[in-house]
T-cell receptor
């Protein structure tokens, strides 16, 4: 089955700096890669996703890049703000279409220092 | 609130007791997923329904666990003869059948087995 590894496990940045979180996946058939943000005691919320036919996607301060050859994908947050502090999870989804279960990484605790 | 809802939000039970959790997905979503999340880890897939059909189960879902979605709307997850290792957050998610693969998560049910 799919295996997703995520690094780093913790990340502290100064407000206004950029943050980068990296994930690798094992199954070359995986074709959907979402990123979820989970604040303490709250539900995971999708912040951005990318499909395997796209190399990069941006949404305001957030961007995701995908390298299918290397089986890497990364989350980039620019101009970080204290409210970006949370745990971020990457995930991968593998066909067939009937399942679409997500395999999650172990999470990155991001702390933005004011 | 038109999002995914779960009840109860918290459950404390003694080892050996049975517990049942409920998930109400977003109304037009016919796909429903159950995940388990332990402290410091990403959600782990347990099982998946498309309408009332349970199409996939993880190896994590031992024979003490059973899930149902009798009318293709709400779902229940029952754990029989609970063990301390069952203590976790149980998350439910739902999604549309095709097109967007985005899974919307509920707030979870936190189970503590004493």
């Amino acid at each position: 089955g799919e295996n997703v590894e995520q690094h780093p496990s913790t990340l502290s940045v100064q407000e206004g700096d950029s943050a980068v979180i990296k994930c690798t996946y094992s199954d070359s058939a995986s074709n959907y890669f979402p990123w979820y943000k989970q604040e303490l005691g709250k539900r995971p919320q999708l912040i951005i996703d990318i499909r395997s036919n796209v190399g990069e996607k941006k949404d305001q301060r957030i961007a995701v890049t995908l390298n299918k050859t290397a089986k890497h994908f990364s989350l980039h947050i620019t101009e970080t703000q204290p409210e970006d502090s949370a745990v971020y999870f990457c995930a991968a989804s593998t066909p067939p279409d009937s399942a679409r279960q997500l395999t999650f990484g172990s999470g990155t605790q991001l702390t933005v220092l004011p | 609130d038109t999002g995914v809802s779960q009840n109860p939000r918290h459950k404390i039970t003694k080892r050996g007791q049975n517990v049942t959790f409920r998930c109400d997905p977003i109304s037009e979503h016919n796909r429903l997923y159950w995940y388990r999340q332990t402290l410091g880890q990403g959600p782990e897939f347990l099982t998946y329904f498309q309408n009332e059909a349970q199409l996939e189960k993880s190896r994590l879902l031992s024979d003490r666990f059973s899930a149902e979605r009798p009318k293709g709307s709400f779902s229940t997850l029952e754990i029989q003869r609970t063990e301390q290792g069952d203590s976790a957050m149980y998350l439910c998610a739902s999604s549309l059948p095709s097109g967007s693969q985005e899974q919307y998560f509920g707030p979870g049910t936190r189970l503590t087995v004493t």
